[in-house]
């Protein structure tokens, strides 16, 4: 299903975690249904988001979070370039499990809530979430000079805030050219 | 969390044991350790209350003894204990390899059988995730029928079970959990308490394996290790975290904790989130007792 968002062309993959099981516990459970969802994430092409829906399920016990979602983020830098996971759907309960997991785990996944706005979940420090927020309201590309100038820092300050945003899956970078014809990296967000 | 160290509790007198719990496990074996002395009996004449994680404990000790080729003793006097023995499913799981003395009569072991579980989860072994998963399944319900859990606190103490059981299998080649789950008191004071043992390699032994921890030299220290955040067999970033949340579970319904493994044991009260560490008689693998106060609102 095409994004709306008209400057980031993307194409959404679903993956529904209810049909596994409104209670979903142990590892042992993750690790079986963790070849269903590292399929989508071999078709899903550069710049797709990867959506698992987690309405329905009322709890995942941490070892479950670790393995599915924990293993999940881990893949992506190296696996998955340029994909996004985002989870939706997440009951409260869930939702506090996951976030205590990606926490212990020094993680962090997009959560897309019921307006359809994302929000970073997991081990989240302001500094990130502000600097994740100032490019998804871009709707579009951005590069670290033009960051250093909204964020009001230095432009080391920002390299680093980008190289660990895209670490962690949550940030696209691309080769771009500048408008004096020189190659830099552009970054992009889900917005 | 932290630890303090304690005396040690592993030899003291030889006291008339009338409740079996995690506590008096110990005092027990300090009487005679059926591992480390000839005397391969466990003596629980006198006893007259056997609670969920003494249940797992015993249990797992005798597996232990089995695995070395050697059929341990029961001695127990009390009718009721040794109906509530059958009832709840102890003698399912080590009736094979045990030797109850005096010896339970066929019709009446059949007799009490019939009768009523006395527990909420009776003494039950899980070797795969998805046995877990079902016994979880299980837990959840049975606090929600009939303790009248909220869902999420019912959620809690099985993802608490879960994290803790995994261990077993997860750690150990060929092992299992043996878990067990009983509500005491009353009122305000009732209490829910939850058993899970097992008689693998222990904490020390497993944490040896990363190369990490090689350094370690006690059981005590392994249990320090192992409930940080983060430590584990396995260099994994996702592994060594079962234990931490247990103890944050555990923190957050103000409940307590107690961690035995090997010669070692420590306890954790969550009122004061702090933990007191104790050498003990030594028996092999792990054990976990976990109390929380009852949501129950039946």
């Avoid at chain 2, 030899?11 to 719990?21: E, F, G, Q, R, S």
Wanted: some cysteine; hydrophobic content about 40%.
């Amino acid at each position: 299903m095409p994004h709306p968002d008209p400057t980031l062309n993307v194409m959404e993959h679903r993956f529904a975690l209810a049909k596994y099981g409104k209670q979903l516990w142990t590892r042992e459970r993750a690790k079986e249904i963790r070849p269903d969802l590292s399929a989508i994430f071999d078709k899903a092409q550069v710049g797709d988001v990867i959506v698992i829906d987690a309405g329905a399920v009322e709890v995942f016990d941490f070892s479950f979070a670790n393995e599915l979602f924990g293993k999940t983020l881990l893949s992506l830098p190296h696996e998955y370039p340029g994909r996004f996971l985002v989870v939706e759907h997440l009951t409260k309960y869930a939702g506090e499990n996951l976030s205590k997991a990606l926490e212990s785990m020094g993680l962090v996944i997009i959560e897309r809530n019921g307006s359809g706005k994302n929000r970073l979940l997991g081990k989240v420090h302001g500094i990130d979430e502000t600097t994740f927020a100032v490019i998804a309201r871009k709707r579009g590309s951005v590069t670290a000079s033009e960051l250093k100038d909204e964020l009001g820092i230095n432009l080391t300050a920002v390299n680093e805030r980008l190289t660990k945003l895209t670490n962690l899956g949550l940030v696209r970078r691309e080769k771009g050219t500048s408008q004096a014809g020189r190659e830099q990296y552009e970054y992009r967000a889900l917005s | 969390m932290t630890t303090a160290s304690s005396e040690n509790e592993g030899a003291p007198p030889a006291p008339t044991i009338t409740k079996l719990d995690s506590v008096s496990f110990d005092a027990l074996l300090g009487t005679n350790n059926p591992f480390t002395q000839g005397d391969l009996s466990f003596d629980l004449r006198g006893v007259r209350l056997i609670t969920a994680s003494a249940l797992t404990q015993l249990a797992a000790a005798i597996l232990a003894l089995n695995q070395r080729g050697q059929s341990p003793t029961v001695l127990i006097d009390d009718l009721s204990v040794r109906s509530y023995l059958v009832r709840a499913g102890f003698l399912e799981v080590v009736g094979q390899v045990t030797n109850i003395e005096p010896p339970l009569a066929t019709s009446w072991f059949y007799e009490a059988r019939h009768g009523m579980n006395p527990m909420l989860i009776e003494l039950s072994k899980v070797e795969t995730g998805n046995e877990l998963s079902n016994l979880l399944d299980r837990i959840v319900e049975t606090l929600r029928s009939r303790l009248k859990y909220r869902k999420y606190d019912a959620f809690d103490v099985a993802t608490a079970v879960s994290e803790t059981a995994q261990n077993s299998f997860d750690h150990n080649r060929g092992m299992y959990g043996l878990i067990a789950m009983q509500v005491y008191g009353k009122g305000a004071r009732r209490f829910l308490e939850i058993g899970v043992a097992d008689c693998g390699d222990g904490m020390l032994a497993t944490l040896k394996r990363n190369p990490k921890y090689s350094l370690l030299i006690s059981d005590l220290d392994a249990i320090r290790e192992a409930c940080k955040l983060g430590v584990s067999e396995h260099e994994d970033q996702t592994r060594g975290t079962g234990l931490y949340h247990l103890l944050e579970i555990a923190f957050e319904h103000g409940g307590s904790v107690q961690i035995r493994s090997g010669g070692g044991k420590a306890r954790y009260r969550m009122d004061k989130r702090m933990g007191w560490v104790f050498g003990v008689p030594s028996v092999p693998g792990v054990q976990v007792a976990l109390t929380l106060p009852s949501k129950g609102r039946g």
